[in-house]
């Protein structure tokens, strides 16, 4: 192999040859590892304490999250049968569900929606939008996969688009706390903080202007809701559109046909400053959602939190499988080890 290649009329001969540093002439130090017995089984052992210790840790924590969950499907029957009737789809219907908190509730405290028996893993179903829509890009802007929910007889566009949109959870919860007979109080939530990042802040924006009404103008909404994009929150104008935060949270399809998903945040204020005390409340729930239809049931949830999150134990348990199948492992190499140890020690006597 030559060093040096030089070309007519190019100047002095260049060389091929990495630069003299340790680096390109691979002389830096390097360490490898002696694999004996000892820090082989002694790496399994410890990792296996670690793991069968920080599974404990996870369940204990998880099993101390407070949860409260009422099922209103069966409580609240003769708002469901009036919302099966489509000819009472524009009616309200309201229904109240008392309880009671045994014990105060410490910390922040989140409100969700519960559904079963509801496959939105369905392929067509996870399909079945229009991202450019949902963008902000091009309000008029369709997919083929959102059929039949693309547009309406006429030719008017859908926005959103698509039967994820189509079938967004509409029932409206309220939480009052009674801290005696005759007087009830609203208890407050937060709309807000209830999304991820990134669905907040880059999957949905709305179109660039201040007027959402000129900007969805030539669109509709979708055939089960109530009212268009840009009027979901008549309380906050800022929280319409694409971003609007019950849409968003909706909009992320659960893998399970059992999801819940986040509806409000207690806002810690005044009495309710260190979370949920102790006593009677309800719930007073407008009835929109139809769930008889697919043979499904809806709940209301509270719950607190922890240093590790919620009630799921499911990151406790792998821990605790790992570090089982771990020490096992290093128990059977170990006594392999013991094994082969003492045939060696009994031939060379």
């Not at 830096?28 to 017995?37: D, V, Y």
């Not at 949109?165 to 706390?177: E, H, P, R």
């Not at 005759?182 to 669905?199: A, E, F």
């Not at 392999?336 to 020690?345: A, D, F, P, S, V």
Request: net charge positive; aromatic share 12%.
């Amino acid at each position: 192999m030559k060093d040096k290649v030089s070309r007519p009329g190019a100047g002095p001969p260049t060389s091929r040859c990495p630069e003299n540093t340790a680096l390109k002439q691979q002389q830096l130090p390097a360490w490898k590892p002696a694999l004996t017995a000892t820090t082989v089984l002694s790496g399994f052992f410890t990792i296996g304490a670690f793991c069968l210790g920080m599974g404990i840790l996870l369940i204990l924590s998880a099993k101390s999250v407070q949860e409260i969950e009422i099922n209103y499907t069966e409580i609240c029957s003769n708002c469901s049968k009036l919302r099966e009737n489509s000819s009472n789809f524009e009616k309200e219907c309201n229904c109240s569900i008392p309880f009671s908190i045994s014990k105060k509730m410490q910390g922040n405290v989140f409100l969700y929606y519960k559904l079963h028996n509801f496959y939105q893993n369905h392929r067509r179903y996870v399909i079945s939008r229009s991202d450019v829509q949902l963008l902000g890009k091009n309000v008029q802007r369709v997919e083929s996969t959102c059929a039949p929910f693309t547009a309406y007889a006429n030719g008017t566009p859908i926005a959103p688009c698509g039967a994820i949109a189509n079938s967004m959870f509409n029932d409206t919860i309220q939480l009052f706390y009674h801290p005696n007979a005759s007087t009830h109080i609203t208890v407050p939530l937060l709309k807000s903080g209830i999304t991820w990042w990134t669905d907040k802040h880059v999957k949905f924006q709305n179109p660039k202007t201040k007027n959402l009404s000129a900007a969805f103008a030539g669109t509709a909404r979708p055939p089960y809701w109530n009212k268009p994009i840009y009027e979901l929150d008549e309380e906050d104008w800022k929280n319409n559109g694409f971003t609007n935060n019950d849409f968003i949270v909706w909009m992320r399809v659960a893998a399970f046909p059992t999801f819940k998903n986040l509806y409000r945040r207690l806002n810690r204020i005044q009495q309710f400053s260190e979370g949920l005390p102790a006593g009677n409340y309800s719930f007073t729930i407008s009835y929109n959602f139809p769930v008889t239809r697919f043979k499904g049931e809806k709940g209301v949830l509270l719950s607190t939190v922890t240093w590790s999150g919620g009630s799921n134990i499911f990151l406790g348990v792998a821990y605790i499988t790992t570090g089982a199948a771990t020490l096992l492992a290093g128990s059977t190499m170990l006594a392999i080890h013991l094994k082969l140890k003492e045939k060696k020690t009994y031939y060379q006597r």
